[in-house]
C-alpha cells in the first residue's frame, strides 16, 4: 500500500525503496503528505512526455504579481532497487527530472546508499551535498 498515494502497488525491489524512501521523509523528516508526489508525470511540464519521476517534494509559496498560492517543486528523488548501483546514468535521470520540474534539489537512492545534490543556477553547477554534514 502506497501510503502517499493510497493506491495498492506490486511489490517490486524498486516500490519497496520508494516506499522506504517515503517513509523516512513523512516519519522522520517530518515532510507532510501533502507535500509528496508520487510518480509526478513530466507531461504536466512537457507535453508528450510520458517519463515519471519516483519521489517529488513541493514547498508552497505566494506569488505577489499573480495573487495567489503556488506548489514549487523542491525536492526530486529518483529510486532504484538495491541491486543497481548508484552510476552516471542513475544520476543523469533524476537531474533530468530535476531540470524539468525546476527543483533546486535531486537526489539518487538505492535503498542502501543516499546522494544529495543541489543545483546552482547561477553557476549553473550541480553540487553533491554530503550528508554528514546535514
Known sequence: MDNITKQLRPKTPEETV???IL???VNDLEVPEFAIAVEESMAHYEKKNAKR???CVYANSYDEIEQKSISLA???IECKKETVPLTDDVFIQGAYYADTLGAPLMAITNGVEFELYKFDEKD???TYIDADLI
Request: proline residues 0%.
Open 18 to 20: 520508494r516506499q522506504k
Open 124 to 126: 549553473e553547477k550541480i
Open 74 to 76: 523542491l525536492l526530486v
Open 53 to 55: 519521476a519516483d519521489i
Open 23 to 25: 517513509m523516512w521523509l
